[in-house]
Structure formats: structure tokens, C-alpha cells
């Protein structure tokens, strides 16, 4: 949003390996979360801001120009299935996507509501590595945003597997993570002592971004690159923002 793309631009031009060319300025006031989290870990969320969803003219000149494409939903209104159905069809490389924001309805003034995304499969068909938390996960397989039971999401994976999926991860907050292979693999991750928490906002945005970098840029192994981005996220708990974050992960 114009409101706040120079603020955003100087942050992002302060890290290495940023290509600003990315940054698309739209004539609207950016979008705002406001966020209050509760003691059994959930939270309301409720989103202002007029961020309209993007057309295929924005993504096209990076088909060519990139080996992974990492999708994190945080609005959950980034694009229409039609443009992200496109994008996965041309794009030559592969596509990691966080469901996270395509779960939640929208209603302008009043904290977003679970849901199940509709056509929800026809997002998720195709991308190579899958991510989505507990209550993302209920809502895929029960329709409900509740935690699965272990035979209930190893059930999920294999669906998930069967729309194309190599990789299945499940992000499950202070318990780490699990990882779901479409060769049968599977592993968990509890969390380091990394220090005590002081604020869990942005830690599933840290944690893909840090598996994604560890598999493609690193050559990890799917189960190496989840330990390490249990520990990244786990660091970013540890402290509110992202001031500093990028250097001590380095």
C-alpha cells in the first residue's frame, strides 16, 4: 500500500540479496493486522487495509527469474485461484505454499473467522512443499479448526500427497513440527531451548522461509531443513519484530 511502501522498502533494502524489484505499489492503504492472543495460545485477528488481490501482469516477468516460489498467504486475498492455478501451471520451478490466511474469512471491522477454503484442493494441487498449522489442518480434514489426531493427519499428508505434494509440513507451536513425506518418510522436531518466548507473531512466516532456503539454496535434507527451521522460528519467538532477526539466523 502507498502508505507504508517507502517504510518497507528502506527495511528491505538494509538486507542482502533483496531485489527491490519485487516491491509492486498499489494506490491503497496497506494492509493492517491487529492481533490478541489468548492463553491457550489462539488468537483474534482482524485485518484492515484495501491491498486488492494481484493479476497475472504482476507475476509473470518472475516466471523465468526464479528457482522456488514461496506463496505465504498472510492476507489470504494475494491473488484469485485462477491467477495462482496459471502461475503453478507456467511457472518452471517449484512452488512452496503456507495455506495460513486462506483459512480465515473476511468481514472488514470484525476479527476473521475460520473456514475451509473453498475449491481448497484446487489451491493446493501441484505446489511441491505444503505447509499449514493445527487449525489449518482440522480445517482441511474435519471442516473444524482444531488439532489433528496423529492417525488424522497422517491421513491429511496422504491426501495432500495425492494432489502432488512431496513434502507435508505441520507447524504446532510450542510442540515444533512434523514432516510428512510422499515417500513414506515422516519426522518430528520438538523446540530448542532457544530462551523464553516473548512473541509467537511471524514465527510459521520464519519457519518456511527458513525450510525453503535450507532444502534449495543449502541442499538439505527435507527432516535436516525441518530441524533448522524449528530452530529459526524458536529464535523468533524469542523476541518481538524482526530487528536483527536476519543477521543472528545467518
Known amino acids: ?25 498499489v494506490e491503497c492503504v496497506n494492509n493492517k493486522v491487529h492481533l490478541e492472543y489468548h492463553p491457550d495460545g489462539t488468537r483474534d485477528e482482524t485485518l484492515t487495509g ?11 516477468p518472475w516466471l523465468e527469474r526464479l528457482d522456488a516460489w514461496l506463496w505465504n498467504f498472510i492476507s489470504g486475498m494475494e491473488t484469485d485461484l ?20 486462506l483459512c480465515l474469512e473476511h468481514v472488514p471491522g470484525r476479527p476473521r473467522r475460520h473456514r475451509r477454503p473453498e475449491r481448497w484442493k484446487e489451491w493446493v494441487e501441484g505446489v511441491r512443499w505444503l505447509q499449514m498449522n493445527e487449525a489449518e489442518a482440522g480445517l482441511l480434514e474435519l471442516g473444524e479448526p482444531r488439532p489433528l489426531q496423529l492417525e488424522e493427519e497422517a491421513r491429511l499428508a496422504g491426501r495432500l500427497h495425492g494432489l502432488g505434494a512431496e513434502v507435508v509440513l505441520f507447524t504446532l507451536g510450542s510442540q515444533g513440527a ?9 519426522a518430528a522436531q520438538p523446540v530448542p531451548d532457544a530462551g523464553p518466548a516473548v512473541d509467537p507473531t511471524g514465527c510459521g512466516d520464519v519457519f518456511g522461509a ?23 522460528a524458536s529464535v523468533a519467538a524469542t523476541r518481538r519484530g524482526t530487528r536483527g532477526l536476519a543477521g543472528f539466523l545467518r
Open 82 to 101: 485462477e491467477t495462482f492455478r496459471r502461475l503453478k501451471a507456467e511457472f518452471g520451478g517449484s512452488v512452496y505454499m503456507d495455506v495460513h490466511s
Open 178 to 186: 512434523r514432516l510428512y513425506g510422499a515417500d513414506g518418510s515422516t
Open 210 to 232: 527458513s525450510w525453503l532456503v535450507l532444502h534449495t539454496a543449502h541442499d538439505r535434507s527435507p527432516v535436516e531443513a525441518l530441524a533448522g527451521a524449528v530452530e529459526a
Open 50 to 60: 484495501g491491498v486488492p488481490p494481484l493479476g497475472w501482469e504482476v507475476f509473470e
Open 1 to 25: 500500500g502507498k502508505d507504508a511502501v517507502d517504510r518497507v522498502s528502506r527495511e528491505l533494502a538494509q538486507l542482502p540479496g533483496i531485489d527491490l524489484d519485487g516491491v509492486v505499489t
